[in-house]
Nanobody, 123 residues
Framework: QVQLVESGGGSVEAGGSLRLSCVASTFTYAWMGWFRQAPGKEREGVAAVPGYGNTTYADSVKGRFAISKDSGKNSLYLEMNSLKPEDSAMYYC???????????????????WGQGTQVTVSS
């Protein structure tokens, strides 16, 4: 069982930056990722990182967002730059139970979820 707690959300103007943090209750070698869900929309993958290997990003955030992991602190981060109003959503941290995923941005591949942190970007 992995418990996840996110923090760092808030309200910013378009073009601004935010850094999200997620602390896990235990270390995991499995994939971890950030997902978001806007009102009336399905939850979508934003970025994901495996225990070892390359990160994966949604096309909509490539070049603007950066995911990173600090295994020593059991923490996951999402640096968000050049924010746009369409980035507004509840952001969730998630951990998979598997080391290998065919689609690391598929929410259904993840077992453990945090409670979410709200990000609002105004134009």
């Amino acid at each position: 069982q992995v418990q996840l707690v996110e923090s760092g959300g808030g309200s910013v103007e378009a073009g601004g930056s935010l850094r999200l943090s997620c602390v896990a209750s235990t270390f995991t070698y499995a994939w971890m990722g950030w997902f978001r869900q806007a009102p009336g929309k399905e939850r979508e993958g934003v970025a994901a990182v495996p225990g070892y290997g390359n990160t994966t990003y949604a096309d909509s955030v490539k070049g603007r967002f950066a995911i990173s992991k600090d295994s020593g602190k059991n923490s996951l981060y999402l640096e968000m730059n050049s924010l746009k109003p369409e980035d507004s959503a509840m952001y969730y941290c998630a951990a998979a139970a598997a080391l290998l995923l065919s689609n690391p941005l598929d929410p259904q591949a993840y077992r453990y979820w945090g409670q979410g942190t709200q990000v609002t970007v105004s134009s």
